[in-house]
């Protein structure tokens, strides 16, 4: 049997909205808390770094579901800013090309992370802890289930 629903009030269309709406809120609310010393972009993948130590860029793209221009971009400024330093290895002769946060990177990162919990903060007021823990696993399978049949 064919239900119609109207596209607005679709799964899709609710969860491309929410996120996008969230991701503008998240965004401008670091890019004030940090007053343009990293932004939200640059955060993530320091945040990356710190979990998953010494990834390379290619690594980072699929890590981050993201393009290598991106990232690409994104490395360089913390490159220049000083928050992450490439390291070459050449163990076995291959040059292999990773990342690592500077001491200047760990600090910012650490003056970040509350700024980046901040809309976190604010969805706990209306959610419970247990909803967003079970929401997060949902999309988590939701991720890895449109992943797999990529595939």
Do not use: W
């Amino acid at each position: 049997m064919y239900s119609k629903v109207n596209f607005v009030n679709s799964l899709l269309f609710q969860l491309e909205t929410s996120v996008r709406i969230f991701y503008g809120y998240v965004k401008k609310s670091f890019a004030d808390h940090m007053k343009n010393k990293i932004s939200l972009d640059e955060f993530i993948i320091l945040d990356t770094l710190v979990y998953y130590p010494h990834l390379n860029k290619r690594t980072l793209t699929k890590v981050l579901l993201r393009d290598e221009d991106y990232v690409g971009k994104f490395l360089e400024k913390l490159k220049k800013k000083k928050y992450i330093n490439e390291v070459k290895s050449n163990s076995c002769d291959i040059q292999v090309r990773y990342y690592e946060l500077t001491r200047t990177g760990e600090k910012i990162y650490e003056d970040s992370i509350y700024a980046s919990t901040e809309a976190l903060r604010i969805l706990l007021k209306f959610i419970s802890e247990n909803e967003l823990l079970a929401f997060t696993k949902t999309l988590l399978k939701i991720k890895n289930i449109t992943l797999s049949l990529q595939l």
